[in-house]
């Protein structure tokens, strides 16, 4: 099992940054990716962004925050998001993912709200 512990949402103007935070603990040896998934209200779960967290780890965004958006990692449990140049259609709740070998894990979600 893998745990997932999201931190960094809350309110912020547009045009403003954030930088979110998930801590992985728990069989962390299997996991092989860990991203960031949003979700706004009415709509999917979409992809934000990922990255591989062996070799050289590679990231991945989604169209609407690329050039915005940062993901990084640290050697093997805890990712960052940092979220530039923010805009109204950010708003959603942020999830953390982890890909594991047999199954993935998601944390409990971060609100971030983008609004004046």
């Known amino acids: 099992q893998v745990q997932l512990v999201e931190s960094g949402g809350g309110l912020v103007q547009p045009g403003g940054s954030l930088k979110l935070s998930c801590g992985a603990s728990?069989?962390?040896?299997?996991?092989?990716?860990m991203g960031w998934y949003r979700q706004a209200p009415g709509k999917q779960r979409e992809l934000v962004a990922s990255?591989?967290?062996?070799?050289?780890?590679?990231a991945t965004y989604g169209d609407s925050v690329k050039g915005r958006f940062t993901i990084s990692r640290d050697a093997l449990t805890t990712i960052w998001l940092q979220m530039n140049s923010l805009k109204p259609e950010d708003t959603a709740v942020y999830y953390c993912?982890?890909?594991?070998?047999?199954?993935?894990?998601w944390g409990q979600g971060t609100q971030v709200t983008v609004s004046s």
């Open positions: 993912k982890a890909t594991g070998s047999a199954r993935d894990y």
């Open positions: 990255i591989g967290i062996f070799s050289r780890g590679t």
């Open positions: 728990g069989s962390i040896f299997s996991i092989n990716a």
